[in-house]
């Protein structure tokens, strides 16, 4: 056999090496859950990505929501404690602080209950709702409790993900596993658009049937917690807890006529306008709001 016949073999086998390593799937990285107590499922290949510093406030800064505060944080402590407790849909207007009470209550059970073990946060995208039985078989045997968090949840027409989530959540046959809790936000109290429901009812053989599977899914969640829009006075005082939190010196008259400016110019109040006031605010005097 020549040189080039072997240089020629060496190039083919090259080639074929590349194309089975394409074929592979790579290897999932091992998920050690002591790392972090917050995580984000990357559903492809299936592994949790742990997160160093966590996008959230102090619960102490969410203001206008006191009673949606509350019961979050009690079905919270309960299911860190080992008692039952519901799977939650935090709904209603945006800007609200939907997601960042979640966040902040998960932050702050962990800093006041007295817990063996830390409880966890992860994160699941909306598109990949349908591989929730892949990541709950993966935590079912893990020692931890996990809040699987779901942002702006809803489903569009055509979408039939919302049977995995109802099959997750209670009707499937292992059910959702006792060491996890499902919390999810989102703008509509029922998840599925209007019209997507009324379509079923028209085309449906038997209408109410076809309108109570669509609407049950919001039936798997124990606790609806509503969000609203906020009046001036809870708008102020949102703006109020920023500046004193993070210490910028604003003469109170001009702090209330700035605020009620920049919502006018928004054309709403809520505490993401609040929020974005204040680093409007911070960045005029020249401050940081990174704690």
Same mark, same amino acid.
């Given at each position: 056999?020549?040189?080039?016949?072997?240089?020629?073999? #060496? @190039?083919?086998?090259?080639? !074929? &090496?590349?194309? *089975?390593? +394409?074929?592979?799937?790579?290897? =999932?990285?091992? /998920?050690?859950?002591?790392?972090?107590?917050?995580?984000?499922?990357?559903?492809?290949?299936?592994?949790?990505?742990?997160?160093?510093?966590? #996008? @959230?406030?102090?619960?102490? !800064? &969410?203001?206008? *929501?006191? +009673?949606?505060?509350?019961?979050? =944080?009690?079905? /919270?402590?309960?299911?860190?404690?080992?008692?039952?407790?519901?799977?939650?849909?935090?709904?209603?207007?945006?800007?609200?602080?939907?997601?960042?009470?979640?966040?902040?209550?998960?932050?702050?059970?962990?800093?006041?209950?007295?817990?063996?073990?830390?409880?966890?946060?992860?994160?699941?995208?909306?598109?990949?709702?349908?591989?929730?039985?892949?990541?709950?078989?993966?935590?079912?045997?893990?020692?931890?409790?996990?809040?699987?968090?779901?942002?702006?949840?809803?489903?569009?027409?055509?979408?039939?993900?919302?049977?995995?989530?109802?099959?997750?959540?209670?009707?499937?046959?292992?059910?959702?596993?006792?060491?996890?809790?499902?919390?999810?936000?989102?703008?509509?109290?029922?998840?599925?658009?209007?019209?997507?429901?009324?379509?079923?009812?028209?085309?449906?053989?038997?209408?109410?049937?076809?309108?109570?599977?669509?609407?049950?899914?919001?039936?798997?969640?124990?606790?609806?917690?509503?969000?609203?829009?906020?009046?001036?006075?809870?708008?102020?005082?949102?703006?109020?807890?920023?500046?004193?939190?993070?210490?910028?010196?604003?003469?109170?008259?001009?702090?209330?006529?700035?605020?009620?400016?920049?919502?006018?110019?928004?054309?709403?109040?809520?505490?993401?306008?609040?929020?974005?006031?204040?680093?409007?605010?911070?960045?005029?005097?020249?401050?940081?709001?990174?704690?």
């Amino acid at each position: 056999m020549t040189d080039s016949t072997i240089e020629a073999l #060496n @190039r083919k086998l090259d080639r !074929l &090496i590349e194309a *089975v390593a +394409r074929l592979a799937p790579p290897p =999932v990285p091992e /998920t050690d859950l002591g790392r972090a107590d917050c995580f984000v499922w990357q559903a492809d290949p299936g592994y949790l990505e742990p997160v160093r510093k966590v #996008n @959230r406030v102090d619960i102490g !800064l &969410i203001r206008g *929501v006191d +009673r949606v505060r509350d019961i979050l =944080v009690d079905n /919270t402590e309960r299911f860190a404690s080992g008692y039952a407790a519901n799977n939650v849909l935090l709904w209603g207007a945006r800007g609200m602080g939907k997601s960042s009470l979640v966040k902040a209550v998960h932050a702050a059970v962990n800093a006041s209950a007295k817990l063996d073990l830390p409880l966890k946060l992860i994160e699941i995208h909306r598109e990949d709702i349908d591989t929730l039985p892949k990541l709950m078989a993966l935590l079912k045997a893990a020692p931890y409790r996990f809040i699987l968090f779901c942002d702006d949840l809803s489903f569009d027409h055509d979408d039939t993900s919302y049977k995995s989530l109802k099959a997750a959540l209670e009707g499937g046959v292992e059910g959702r596993p006792a060491n996890v809790i499902f919390y999810a936000t989102s703008n509509r109290r029922h998840l599925l658009p209007r019209d997507m429901i009324d379509n079923e009812r028209s085309t449906a053989i038997n209408p109410s049937e076809a309108v109570e599977e669509k609407v049950s899914l919001s039936d798997r969640f124990g606790l609806w917690l509503g969000f609203h829009k906020c009046s001036q006075d809870e708008y102020l005082d949102m703006i109020d807890g920023y500046v004193r939190h993070h210490g910028l010196a604003i003469d109170p008259e001009t702090l209330r006529a700035e605020a009620l400016e920049w919502a006018t110019t928004r054309g709403s109040r809520s505490g993401r306008v609040a929020w974005q006031y204040t680093q409007d605010l911070a960045g005029r005097l020249g401050k940081s709001l990174q704690d």
